[in-house]
Every structure is written in C-alpha cells, then in structure tokens.
C-alpha cells in the first residue's frame, strides 16, 4: 500500500479547447475533477477527494519547471495538439524528464494521447507524422 498522501503532477503540455477551458480553466482542472471524482469511488485506504491526493499542476510548455522525482509519486502527461517529434526545446526536456522517470521503478506515468507518443519517444520508438493525416 503506498504511503498518503499519493502526490501526482499533472504536466499541462497545451492549452485545451474552449469549452474545456471554460468549465475547468486548464488540463490541469479537468484532469484533477477526474482524479478527485476517482478517488472517492475507489474506496482505497484514505483516498478520496478530500484527503490522501496531492495533485500539482505544472505548465511545461511555457515554464520549463519539472519537479524532483523524490517529490511525487506519479505524473499526468496530458492532451496535447503539438506534434510530439518536434524538436522543440519543452518536448526535448520533456522527453529527457520521462526517460528519467522510466530508469527508476518508483514514479509512475499516467499518460494521455501526447503522452503516450512521449514515452514512446523517451524509449526510443521510431516516430513520423502519419501519412493518413
């Protein structure tokens, strides 16, 4: 049983659509109602929306700034419409950040679409932009 409380950081890799920035003011948001909602139907040990989650949001598109792996338990890759082989220096330390975080058998990563290409990319899978469009 991990210790409480579970610190996750969601990494905000854009800026969501309109209506999602209205109602939850960022991934951030929608992806921390979606934690907390969890939390509460699990029933794990003293999860819940009020105690046992920790959720820090970091904006590494603009800022650069990733925590200590010692400071949290997980990461949330979110959404995102770039194109995840750029050579873009935010993708460039992002994906240096998650080969980090896949050395080690501790943090772990939730990872949405973006995410998932990330972590390809950190392992070092072939990437391209599809010719399907």
Same mark, same amino acid.
């Given at each position: 049983?991990?210790?409480?409380?579970?610190?996750? &950081?969601i990494?905000e890799?854009g +800026?969501?659509?309109?209506?999602? /920035?209205?109602?939850?003011?960022?991934?951030?948001?929608?992806? +921390?109602?979606?934690?907390q909602s969890?939390?509460d139907? %699990?029933?794990y040990?003293?999860?819940? @929306?009020?105690s046992?989650?920790?959720?820090?949001?970091?904006?590494? /598109?603009? +800022?650069l700034?990733y %925590? @200590?792996?010692?400071?949290?338990? &997980?990461?949330l890759? +979110?959404?995102?419409? @770039?194109? @995840?082989?750029a050579?873009?220096?935010?993708?460039?330390?992002l994906?240096?950040? /998650?080969?980090?975080i896949?050395? $080690?058998?501790?943090?772990?990563?939730?990872?949405?679409?973006?995410?998932? $290409?990330?972590v390809g990319?950190?392992?070092?899978?072939?990437?391209?932009r599809?010719?399907k469009?």
């Amino acid at each position: 049983m991990p210790s409480l409380p579970l610190r996750i &950081a969601i990494l905000e890799c854009g +800026t969501p659509l309109p209506n999602t /920035v209205i109602k939850y003011g960022s991934y951030g948001g929608a992806f +921390t109602s979606l934690l907390q909602s969890g939390a509460d139907v %699990l029933s794990y040990s003293n999860l819940s @929306f009020f105690s046992g989650l920790s959720i820090s949001i970091f904006d590494v /598109v603009n +800022t650069l700034f990733y %925590l @200590f792996l010692l400071d949290i338990d &997980a990461i949330l890759l +979110t959404v995102l419409s @770039f194109d @995840f082989f750029a050579n873009n220096p935010w993708i460039l330390k992002l994906v240096v950040f /998650v080969k980090e975080i896949l050395e $080690q058998r501790r943090v772990r990563i939730i990872r949405a679409y973006f995410g998932h $290409q990330i972590v390809g990319r950190a392992l070092g899978a072939k990437i391209s932009r599809s010719d399907k469009g």
